[in-house]
């Protein structure tokens, strides 16, 4: 499955963006969809996930209650809703899929087959 993330861009603090990963695949509703960010110097680090179908979704502490991941199979994208945003969420977004994860392997990049591009986001303070 081909990949494509968009809606980064430069916001201030406090405001919002919302993130979006278009799939290629018709069988979309089959994949776990992840967000991972990386910011300059540091390691990629999870964000989301969303479980397969309409799925329970997974955050990390860092964003709970500030990030919401929904998914739409009809059109075969995952959005990321990211809200109350700081200056520490800077860092390119990317977002994941792949269909054979269990829960465990939710947060982890490497367990991952298809990717996007990274879409940058700016929190400005």
């Known amino acids: 499955v081909q990949l494509q993330a968009s809606g980064g861009g430069l916001v201030q603090a406090g405001g919002s963006l919302r993130l979006s990963c278009a799939a290629s695949s018709r069988t979309f509703r089959s994949y776990v969809v992840g967000w991972f960010r990386q910011a300059p110097g540091k390691e990629r680090e999870f964000v989301a996930a969303?479980?397969?179908?309409?799925?329970?979704?997974y955050y990390a502490d860092s964003v709970k209650g500030r990030f919401t991941m929904s998914r739409d199979n009809a059109k075969n994208t995952a959005y990321l809703q990211m809200n109350n945003l700081k200056p520490e969420d800077t860092a390119v977004y990317y977002c994941?899929?792949?269909?054979?994860?269990?829960?465990?392997?939710?947060?982890?990049?490497?367990?991952?087959?298809?990717w996007g591009q990274g879409t940058l986001v700016t929190v400005s303070s």
């Open positions: 969303i479980n397969r179908s309409v799925g329970s979704t």
């Open positions: 994941a899929a792949d269909r054979s994860l269990i829960l465990s392997e939710f947060g982890n990049d490497n367990a991952y087959d298809f």
